[in-house]
């Protein structure tokens, strides 16, 4: 039998890597999102509709050549990381190190620091804790996608546990009435990411997972393509438009992500990003 061999990876290069990912995140828009901006521009309708797209797509221009932050709502720092099982982490533990490195990342990148205490508003003056969703995966690396999530799109995604009989029609309208009821508030055009299927807190995470696939990326469930295709065109008609003033571009993608769920159940959770959908992710 080979014999297995361990691979140490230290605390501080994890916690470099996170202060580098969310600065990164928050000043320099992915090409790939860029990209669907601009091509928006070229179908938008509404004259006033195109404006405002053109401005967010200079907007993030600005803010990548002068390093400085897309938004000024720099997001509650969501963390995805897949650690290989021949991985060993010395130096100090997992959680520690990746919100050190959100820390740095929000005092020396002068982010603006978001988070506080649920009753009392207290803010936590350095953007901690951050949410982290772990995996053990096969291999000896660690993975890090490093998502700041604003806070105005996501007050405008829900979760339901919908009846199995609902099944598909059920979902699409469950989606479509979620973003039709978030009107201009997640600051469009927007992306959904939904989650279907697993328990109600699997559910929820598998939407937030779908916000990272590329803009108009299909989904290799030939179902969950066909649902996404339909919601994409449905929500484009519900006239909501760039900014929430009007027009045709409301959502620049739709993306499904399913598990297999209990028999009893169908949950269905819709997650919403605003046209800053920003998140970086490197191996080390």
């Excluded at 901006?37 to 200079?58: F, H, M």
């Excluded at 050549?65 to 997001?75: S, Y």
């Excluded at 003056?125 to 993975?143: C, F, L, M």
């Excluded at 009846?163 to 979902?171: F, V």
């Amino acid at each position: 039998m080979a014999e297995i061999k361990i691979r140490e990876i230290d605390s501080k290069t994890i916690t470099q890597t996170v202060k580098k990912l969310f600065i990164d995140a928050n000043t320099n828009l992915g090409d790939d999102v860029v990209c669907s901006l601009q091509d928006a521009v070229g179908r938008e309708e509404s004259p006033l509709g195109k404006q405002v797209l053109e401005k967010i797509v200079e907007n993030a221009q600005i803010a990548r050549q002068e390093k400085m932050p897309i938004c000024q709502d720099t997001g509650l720092a969501v963390v995805f990381v897949e650690i290989g099982q021949d991985v060993h982490i010395t130096g100090g533990n997992l959680k520690d190190a990746v919100n050190e490195g959100v820390r740095q990342a929000y005092q020396e990148g002068f982010l603006r620091k978001s988070v506080c205490d649920p009753l009392t508003r207290k803010n936590t003056q350095d953007n901690t804790p951050a949410v982290i969703h772990t995996e053990i995966v096969a291999g000896d690396r660690i993975k890090i996608i490093a998502m700041p999530k604003g806070g105005g799109s996501e007050n405008m995604s829900a979760a339901k546990m919908l009846t199995p009989a609902a099944g598909s029609e059920g979902i699409k309208k469950f989606v479509l009435e979620t973003v039709e009821n978030a009107g201009p508030n997640p600051c469009p055009p927007i992306m959904v990411g939904v989650g279907i299927g697993g328990s109600l807190e699997e559910a929820c995470l598998l939407a937030k997972k779908a916000l990272l696939r590329t803009p108009g990326e299909k989904s290799e469930d030939a179902r969950l393509a066909q649902m996404e295709k339909e919601l994409y065109e449905n929500i484009n008609n519900l006239g909501i438009g760039p900014g929430g003033l009007g027009g045709r571009i409301t959502t620049l993608s739709v993306s499904m992500e399913m598990l297999p769920c209990h028999i009893a159940s169908l949950p269905v959770a819709v997650n919403i990003q605003c046209h800053v959908a920003r998140h970086k992710e490197i191996i080390i």
